[in-house]
Structure formats: structure tokens, C-alpha cells
DNA sequence: CACCGTAGAGAATGATGGTTCTCCCCGGTA
DNA sequence: TACCGGGGAGAACCATCATTCTCTACGGTG
């Protein structure tokens, strides 16, 4: 087995197991066993395990924007794609996999030990945050807005989480609706007093 | 040492462990050298770690919840006391032992594994919205914002952990303030309407 | 065919940590 | 004083890993 395909099936096994278990809950033999991988070739790969959930969350951030990105860029409109973002919380939320966001997850269990995972999750974030400030400046709303978006997504995900139901991204859908609204009202107001 | 006593150093010792520094990072003798409650007694007063844990989030939420409350009665005005509440998170968050909410925390690391401290978060969350909810009732706002609102909440909590800031209880502030001048608008409306 | 490096299976190692057990002391009681 | 039960200190026990090591097989190469 090539050294490349052993790292994705060592990492498509680490992210299943990882993020529907948590980290600690999940040893390396089982990483093995549902890779088929051997222990020495996975420590080959990943020094340690703290490197395997490094990679896994890095690889998992990378294809999760893809795939939020890729949804996004079906509107044309840039102020639609905005809520787009909420669309697509919506359709992950609902995928019988979910649970939770991999990084928030991943923060309580490992942030306050692994200096490692914790890097990954600011970046991640601090990733989605940008992403999302881009989409608020495309449409031309007020760059706070971005902000609020921000923490109602990030509200939405966490209690879909907890809940163990879709229904928080309708509602935070709503809440940028309205958000919305509002921020391009005051746009045109400020556009029509400056 | 009268058996009350203990179980209250116990519970001081494993909340502040525990919370600080995850649960699985905090061993059993972590929590006996701790409280100075012998491994014997912490034993007899909960029958196993996890109890310990389920013990430490409910007395946690009970005080959590309590000391939210204590804040936002300081206002009469029913739709002062909603503002509060974020104004509260803010000063949560600027605490220097501040390390993000202790629950969204506790159910990334054990959410998956104990079906004891998943009920616990599920309860805690359930209570602080159902509480929300009452303070919205109260201003006369219309229900929805109460889930807008819990949703900002939430979003600032796992944001201020995460990026160890209490900058986004100001933004999820503002946010929320917009989402009650708006609904206070369309209750208006409403009420002129009915 | 003989050699060699790599890989796998799975045992060994070592540490950690939840839980229990042993042994001893002390305070209360007849 | 002799007895007894609860309590503490800390070792013991046991399971669970992360990580490493051993042994064997195999595919390529001269």
C-alpha cells in the first residue's frame, strides 16, 4: 500500500472514529483496526497520536470550507450567498453522521492540554469568520455584521450539537434574515447621508 | 469531618479541576490531594467518577443560573433585564478563570460516551433558554427573539472560550439589542394591526 | 537462488488512572 | 481498660492505552 493512500485511509478512519466518539474515547488499535493500517505504519505516518487528531482536524477544515464555499457559490447574488451559510448548516445538521462541530468538540475535550488541537480550532474558526466577513463585504453590508453572523452560526452548530436536531440553523437563518435587513438599511441610510 | 462538608470540598476541588483543565486531564488522587477527601470517602459519596462529574455540572448550573438571575433582577425594566444577560456573559467571560462554558466543554469531551453528562448539558442549555424565554415574555417581545437570542448567547460562550476573549459578549450585545429594537417594531406593528 | 529492506501481526513495555483493599488509628462506649 | 466502627493513608489491583519491539513473511534484485 502506498505511503499516500495509507495516510487517507488512516485519516478517513480517525475522522470517523474521532469525530463521532471524541479523541479519547478512541485508541490507536482502533484506528488501525478500521483502517487497516498497522500501529508501526501509523506511527510511520503521525509521531503521535496528538499529530493523528492535528491532521485529522486540519484535513477536516480544509474539505469542511470546501464544501461550505462550494454551496455558497451556487447563488450568484452575493447577499443570497450570505444566507446560503445558514442553507448549508441546515443540510449538515440534518446528515445522520452529525454531531456537532469537530472543532468545538475538539476544544472542550483536548483545548486545555494540547496546545496542538488548540491551534487548530482558533484557525479553523478564525478561517470562518474571514470566509463569512468576505461574503458581509461582497454584498455590501456593514462589516459588523460579519460579527453576528459569526456567533449565530456558531450558536446554531453548537446547540445542534447538544440537541441532536437541525431545527437551530432555521433559526438562526431568521436571525441573519432580519440581521440582514436591518444592516442594509442602515448601509443605505449612511450611503444616502455621506 | 461532617459528611456534607466533604462532599462540598469534593465538589470545590473537582469544579475547579475539572473545569480548568478538562475531565479526563484530572485523575481521582488529582481531585482527592485537591479537596483533602480521602479516595475512600470521595467513594462513598459518589460511587464513581462520572457521578462525581454529573454531582459538579448540576451544582454548577444550579449557581450558574442563580448568579445569572442575582444580575439581571438589579433592573426593573423587563427589557433592560434581557440586555443584562449579555452584559453578564461579558463579565463572565473577563473573569481571569474564564475558560469557555462548562458544559458546551463537558459535552465535547463525554457528550458521546456518558449519557449522564449529556443529560446534564441538555438540561442546563433547556434551563437557560427556558429562561430566556421568560425575561422575553416579560418585555412583551415577541417569542421568537428568545431563540435568537439563545443563539447569540451560545455563540459568544463557545467564541470567548475558544479565542480566550470576552470581546464577543459585547458583539453578541449589540446584535441582541438590534433583534429587540426590531422586535420591538414589529410587536407594534402587530398590536396596531390586532 | 541468496540477500535485503520493508511491512505486518501481535506481543511486550510502561505509564496512567479508576477502583478496591489493608492496616492502623482514634473517639466513643460499657 | 477492652471493644468497636468509621475514617485516613497509601498500597494493591486491574484495565486501558500509547508506544515500541520481535519475529516472520515477502517482493525485488544480483
Request: hydrophobic fraction near 45%; proline fraction near 3%.
Amino acid at each position: 500500500m502506498d505511503s499516500t493512500v495509507a495516510r487517507e485511509r488512516a485519516l478517513d478512519a480517525a475522522e470517523r472514529l474521532f469525530y463521532s466518539r471524541s479523541v479519547h474515547a478512541v485508541g490507536m488499535a482502533d484506528v488501525r483496526d478500521a483502517s487497516g493500517v498497522s500501529l508501526k505504519r501509523l506511527y510511520q505516518l503521525f509521531p503521535a497520536k496528538e499529530q493523528l487528531v492535528e491532521a485529522y482536524l486540519e484535513r477536516r477544515d480544509r474539505r469542511w470550507r470546501q464544501r461550505l464555499a462550494a454551496y455558497a457559490d451556487r447563488y450568484a447574488e452575493p447577499e443570497r450567498r450570505v444566507v446560503a451559510v445558514f442553507d448549508w448548516l441546515g443540510e449538515w445538521f440534518a446528515e445522520p453522521e452529525f454531531h456537532g462541530c469537530a472543532w468545538i468538540n475538539a476544544y472542550g475535550e483536548l483545548g486545555a492540554t494540547s496546545e496542538l488541537v488548540a491551534r487548530q480550532v482558533r484557525r479553523h474558526k478564525a478561517a470562518f469568520k474571514e470566509y463569512l466577513t468576505g461574503l458581509v463585504r461582497e454584498a455590501g453590508l456593514e462589516r459588523e455584521l460579519a460579527e453576528e453572523l459569526f456567533l449565530l452560526a456558531e450558536g446554531a452548530m453548537v446547540t445542534a450539537g447538544i440537541t441532536r436536531s437541525p431545527e437551530p440553523a432555521a433559526h438562526a437563518r431568521r436571525a441573519a434574515v432580519r440581521a440582514i435587513e436591518a444592516g442594509r438599511a442602515s448601509a443605505r441610510a449612511a450611503a444616502g447621508r455621506g
